[in-house]
């Protein structure tokens, strides 16, 4: 299986078409000293200027879907480490390209250190029932075959049956690993309204399988900061894999 690897992965929705603010998200970002950064509700362009603001070895993004009035968003990854491979696989909608309901996943293989070290980076469904947010866990589980990591923003709380699906396919949030408190995890959204106040959803992960260390999995506390940039906060993980 090769050597391990060490790395730290950071999950953010970036709410692209809201606009980011390049220069403060690539501070705040830079502050978890991050090999990857997994991003959702992202733009191309945006991806690009981040990369270069961070000094990112590599970057990939894939679309989503556009939705005319601004320009198209998507999953985006920041890698320190060359990418040797990156796919897309459409979980919903597949020819509704102008569709906000459209899902997709992007599964990416990194050399770390020696060794390849594969992450996936998702947005599921929102506004759909569990039952459809089920359905689009296994078919991300089928595609994301051999995969070290899991994140993203999965529109789901923690003990919801989309949980429980990748629970049940022996996947868990890195967080439980490091800190006894199931269910009682920092929220990382904020459902709608003034960003005044905490976040008060849970819906973004690290999900890791029982083989990887988790050293470090949290929320960052500072989420004054981040009401600013996006309407989620970011999930930064530690692992060995």
């Given at each position: 299986m090769g050597e391990q690897a060490g790395l730290t992965v950071v999950s953010w929705n970036a709410q692209g078409s809201a606009g980011v603010d390049v220069a403060r998200a690539a501070e705040a970002l830079a502050a978890f000293a991050p090999d990857?950064?997994?991003l959702q509700?992202?733009?191309r362009r945006q991806l690009g200027a981040l990369r270069v603001a961070l000094g990112m070895v590599d970057a990939r993004w894939r679309f989503k879907h556009w939705p005319v009035?601004?320009?198209a968003e998507g999953l985006?990854?920041?890698?320190?480490?060359p990418v040797v491979d990156a796919r897309a696989q459409v979980l919903a909608h597949r020819w509704e390209f102008w569709?906000?309901?459209r899902r997709v996943a992007l599964h990416a293989a990194l050399r770390v250190?020696?060794?390849?070290v594969r992450v996936t980076d998702v947005h599921?469904?929102?506004?759909v029932t569990?039952?459809?947010r089920i359905r689009q866990v296994q078919a991300l589980l089928d595609g994301a075959y051999g995969a070290d990591a899991i994140v993203g923003d999965m529109n789901a709380e923690p003990g919801s049956p989309e949980l429980g699906a990748f629970g049940a396919a022996g996947w868990c949030d890195a967080e439980t690993r490091v800190r006894d408190r199931d269910g009682l995890r920092p929220s990382t959204n904020w459902a709608s309204g003034p960003r005044t106040e905490a976040p008060t959803q849970r819906l973004d992960y690290v999900l890791v399988r029982a083989v990887t260390e988790v050293t470090e999995a949290f929320v960052p506390d500072d989420w004054e900061r981040w009401a600013t940039l996006s309407d989620h906060v970011p999930v930064v993980a530690r692992l060995t894999v």
């Open positions: 990857v950064v997994l509700e992202v733009q009035s601004v320009p985006g990854l920041l890698a320190r480490h569709n906000w309901r250190d020696g060794r390849t599921l469904g929102a506004g569990h039952d459809e």
